[in-house]
């Protein structure tokens, strides 16, 4: 059964770092491409950034550009989101996703599979 499974969540103080992790199991990472959403209370479901099976082809949604950076471990069948710079407005509900193709996009409806999500707080 394919799950993934999101960590690293947490409350942090506005232009601090947290560095979240979406570990898959069930299934072979390497033919999926991975992407990272986020949710905010009463707001939609919006791409952060996603990364290609490969690992060669990078997304980044602008309010994240410059601060934020996804990598993946195919040996460790694990995907990884670095966010620097935190601001008050990236508080949200992270969510990774899978979809087996090479390169996907940062629309929610392109992945078929979901984690449970992690709560990111960022707040003095």
């Known amino acids: 059964q394919l799950q993934l499974v999101e960590s690293g969540g947490g409350l942090v103080q506005p232009g601090g770092s947290l560095r979240l992790s979406c570990a898959g199991s069930?299934?072979?990472?390497?033919?999926?491409?991975i992407g990272w959403f986020r949710q905010a209370p009463g707001k939609e479901r919006e791409g952060v950034s996603c990364?290609?099976?490969?690992?060669?082809?990078?997304n980044y949604a602008d309010s994240v550009k410059g601060r934020f950076t996804i990598s993946r471990d195919n040996a460790k069948n694990t995907v990884y989101l670095q966010m620097n710079s935190l601001k008050p407005e990236d508080t949200a509900v992270y969510y990774c996703a899978a979809v087996s193709v090479e390169v996907a996009g940062l629309a929610p409806y392109d992945y078929d599979y979901w984690g449970q999500g992690t709560q990111v707080t960022v707040s003095s």
């Open positions: 990364i290609s099976s490969s690992g060669g082809d990078t």
């Open positions: 069930g299934f072979t990472m390497d033919y999926y491409a």
